[in-house]
């Protein structure tokens, strides 16, 4: 790249952080992707993290439950542990689907699924396919929910993806799209069926051409899971299976703007931006299916606002989360995307696993970024 050309990805990534438009996500070029069978490691010293404080950063987390650390610095691996999950919960047992040939554990990554729909969404915009301002009933048809047909009119595709459809878990409707925030998995997983009705492809063959495939995520696909034949018509019955690396590999082109190497798997920037931004005032700690720090945050199950969604992190983090702790995250001002996965970190009486994560992570981090 030229020196002018530099400067000028350099006054965008300012122009953006500073206007608070999102995230300023790195630059592909100074970024490393893997191919399918070499993955390069970095020396975290070489980099000015503190290869100690790291260590005992990712052995709390394994301490925790977690099945799977990875941890890359501008896509290299920084750090990276996996080990058996012992008496593990039931919950947990149920959303393992087999290994990688490596052994690694394949689990369904809960709601860490919906970033995926997100970038899924944008894909299919792109493509022309759909807008997220459509009514969903323009792609699947009326009564696709338990509300009226006057009621069902209003709520687009961009009502699923920022929670403000106005419908209960039961679809039926609760109130005006876009005027109250509610965390819905029904309802967002509609987003997925949207996108797979617009393509004329199922899930795992659109997923597999737009995303999977390009990124090398050869063990990821979309499950129905175990429970789906006896849930209700409206639950959300897909699982995306994935492993800790493939993971990694999705948070990584993420990071590099909707890039993977020289290829482009979502080049509208406008809608990554606004993905990764607050995408209503009701929560404006939640863009498009993703989680936003830096924000005041209102989760799911809490009647109350909090701050941020994690204080001890760098405020650009954004977030995939989903139940058991399963995360993937993607800091730009660190150039680094964290996946963990296993059974629930959570222990009575013991600081949430979040913070104090991030807060021995952060320990480690070179000086400057603390």
């Not at 070489?46 to 260590?55: C, M, R, Y």
Request: hydrophobic share 40%; charged share 20%; proline share 6%.
């Amino acid at each position: 790249m030229s020196r002018r050309g530099k400067l000028a990805t350099f006054v965008f990534a300012v122009l953006i952080a500073t206007l608070g438009l999102g995230p300023a996500l790195a630059d592909k070029t100074e970024l490393y992707f893997p191919t399918a069978k070499v993955w390069e490691k970095v020396d975290p010293a070489a980099v000015g993290w503190n290869a100690d404080a790291l260590d005992q950063a990712v052995d709390f987390a394994m301490s925790r439950k977690s099945s799977d650390v990875v941890i890359l610095h501008r896509g290299r691996i920084l750090s990276e542990k996996y080990t058996p999950i012992e008496k593990p919960s039931l919950t947990y047992r149920g959303m393992i689907h087999g290994q990688d040939p490596q052994g690694r554990v394949v689990e369904d990554v809960a709601s860490v699924q919906k970033s995926v729909a997100s970038l899924l969404v944008g894909i299919a915009q792109e493509k022309q396919l759909l807008k997220v301002s459509d009514p969903v009933h323009q792609h699947l048809g009326v009564g696709w929910s338990n509300a009226t047909t006057e009621q069902e009119s209003r709520i687009t595709i961009r009502h699923l993806i920022t929670m403000s459809s106005g419908l209960t878990d039961r679809l039926q409707y609760a109130d005006p799209p876009g005027t109250k925030w509610r965390y819905n998995s029904n309802a967002y997983s509609l987003s997925v069926t949207v996108v797979a009705a617009s393509a004329k492809m199922t899930p795992n063959e659109l997923t597999r051409a737009w995303l999977t495939k390009p990124l090398g995520m050869n063990d990821s696909r979309w499950i129905e899971r175990r429970q789906a034949k006896i849930s209700p018509p409206e639950a959300n019955k897909l699982g995306f299976a994935t492993t800790a690396r493939d993971l990694a590999r999705f948070g990584l082109m993420v990071l590099a703007r909707g890039r993977w190497n020289d290829e482009t798997v979502l080049g509208d920037q406008d809608y990554l931006q606004a993905a990764l931004s607050p995408s209503q005032k009701m929560n404006p700690a939640y863009g498009y299916l993703w989680w936003l720090n830096g924000h005041k945050a209102t989760l799911p199950g809490l009647r109350r606002d909090r701050g941020p969604l994690n204080p001890a992190a760098p405020d650009d983090l954004v977030a995939a989360l989903g139940a058991l702790g399963r995360k993937c995250y993607v800091v730009p001002s660190l150039d680094l995307v964290v996946v963990r996965l296993g059974d629930s970190p959570e222990v009575i009486g013991q600081p949430k696993f979040d913070v104090e994560f991030w807060s021995q992570l952060m320990k480690a981090a070179p000086k400057k970024q603390r």
